[in-house]
């Protein structure tokens, strides 16, 4: 920069010699006047540009490592076939739902039947399970009161028996005295007899006396036949007695036998509970097979996921797509950022909400508005494959940068002009009275 006073001085000595070569010869004092107020003018105003542009840059923040961002959705095969229809192409439009790519889907309305199929399968045999268990538990619960009842049954039977038994032994017992009884009475009346044999035989007694004595023998002789036919027949009611207390002993046993099977009843029940419960869960794993099934019918149809623009389209009709093969993207143009990469020594005075100006490279000398939405958490090296590692010893200080996200207002690009990955110069007014000054409203 020239020195003003050395331009002065020559300013004044080419005046001097103006004014010698016409005549006139110029005044001292005046020259020490201007002198005088030319030098503060120059500070005065050199101050004042400097502050004004001190002031301009204090409250600008200015990248051009920033470009605009947006969603790309990848479009990609839910399943393997061959490709029947592309209903879009690139860069066309397409709404949120609308049909681009359609797959094959008659192999898959096969395996949907054949879910179907299974399911009712399932379904029948858990309905046939089902109806077992009630029954199984009644005809157990039955078939154990009823050994119960037989038991009970069988008991009182021995019991009776035993009674009966009781009985006929005490009744034999006065039988078999009374036959002895009649024993001893037919003896003697035989012993008479031999006596009064052998007396009337020499006629000491009369006719009378021995017809006495026989007839006593033969009443004596139909007692003891009469006492030996009541003890036969006591001892065979013991006998009948002694056959219905064994009877009803066997009784007793088969009950308990038939008690005794009736408590696999139980297990049985639970097992048919298992059985019927296994059969549900075959029911909901062939629902889930339907469910699959249907799903993957459905997914012949590719439908795009967003309202966007298409690109990367690499699908072509006859083309046999795998699952999960990458068909085409969809690009929403609604939901765009800038995505900012500001010098760490630039945020100091960066905060959420403050309004920016964007230009865009694309469009030279248009500008859009903007405002900060939010600061990245670390750095884009902290976010990189291969984060630098300064504890190795071959540490270089680097001004980092760090992503602002910046978001445009509503309704300035209502023409979709704007595209990820252009480039863009966002300015970010930090200083709340430019923000005032530049603020749309």
């Not at 400097?50 to 600008?60: D, H, K």
């Not at 035993?162 to 006065?174: I, M």
């Not at 969809?330 to 800038?338: A, H």
């Not at 469009?363 to 508005?369: I, L, P, Q, S």
């Amino acid at each position: 920069m020239s020195d003003p006073v050395k331009a002065e001085g020559e300013t004044t000595r080419s005046t001097a010699d103006n004014n010698q070569a016409g005549g006139r010869a110029p005044s001292p004092p005046r020259r020490r006047s201007r002198a005088r107020w030319v030098l503060p003018a120059l500070a005065v105003v050199a101050a004042v540009v400097g502050y004004g542009i001190w002031r301009y840059l204090s409250a600008r923040e200015t990248t051009d490592d920033a470009q605009i961002d947006g969603h790309i959705n990848p479009v990609a095969a839910r399943v393997g076939g061959t490709v029947l229809a592309v209903n879009c192409d690139d860069n066309q439009y397409v709404e949120a739902g609308a049909l681009m790519v359609k797959i094959d889907p008659r192999d898959y309305q096969v395996a949907l039947e054949r879910a179907r199929a299974e399911l009712a399968a399932a379904e029948a045999s858990a309905k046939a399970a089902g109806a077992a268990v009630p029954v199984t538990s009644i005809t157990t619960s039955s078939q154990v009161t009823s050994a119960e009842a037989m038991l009970q049954s069988a008991e009182a039977r021995v019991t009776v028996a035993n009674r009966e038994v009781e009985t006929a032994q005490a009744r034999l017992g006065p039988l078999r005295a009374r036959q002895r009884e009649a024993e001893a009475i037919y003896t003697k009346a035989l012993q008479d007899l031999d006596r009064m044999k052998q007396l009337i035989a020499k006629d000491r007694i009369s006719q009378q006396q021995f017809d006495a004595a026989v007839a006593a023998s033969d009443s004596a002789r139909a007692a003891l036949d009469a006492a030996g036919a009541a003890v036969v027949e006591a001892e065979k009611g013991v006998d009948a007695a002694r056959a219905r207390l064994t009877q009803a002993q066997a009784g007793i046993a088969e009950a308990k036998a038939s008690l005794q099977a009736t408590s696999a009843g139980p297990g049985q029940v639970s097992m048919i509970r298992s059985q019927a419960a296994s059969a549900e869960a075959r029911v909901l794993q062939a629902r889930a097979a339907l469910d699959r099934a249907q799903l993957d019918l459905d997914y012949t149809d590719v439908k795009a996921p967003v309202s966007g623009v298409v690109g990367m389209k690499n699908v072509e009709i006859g083309q046999v797509v795998q699952k999960d093969q990458p068909l085409l993207a969809v690009v929403p143009l609604e939901d765009i950022w800038v995505t900012a990469n500001y010098k760490e020594s630039q945020l100091a005075n960066i905060r959420p909400g403050q309004p920016v100006e964007i230009k865009v490279d694309t469009y030279a000398g248009r500008t859009y508005r903007g405002h900060v939405d939010s600061i990245s958490p670390a750095t884009g090296a902290r976010f990189s494959l291969l984060p630098p590692e300064n504890a190795t010893g071959n540490y270089v200080k680097v001004v980092q940068r760090i992503p602002v996200k910046i978001l445009f207002e509503r309704g300035q690009d209502l023409e979709h002009l704007l595209r990820p990955g252009m480039s863009v110069v966002p300015t970010v007014f930090t200083k709340s009275d430019t923000a005032a000054r530049t603020d749309p409203k």
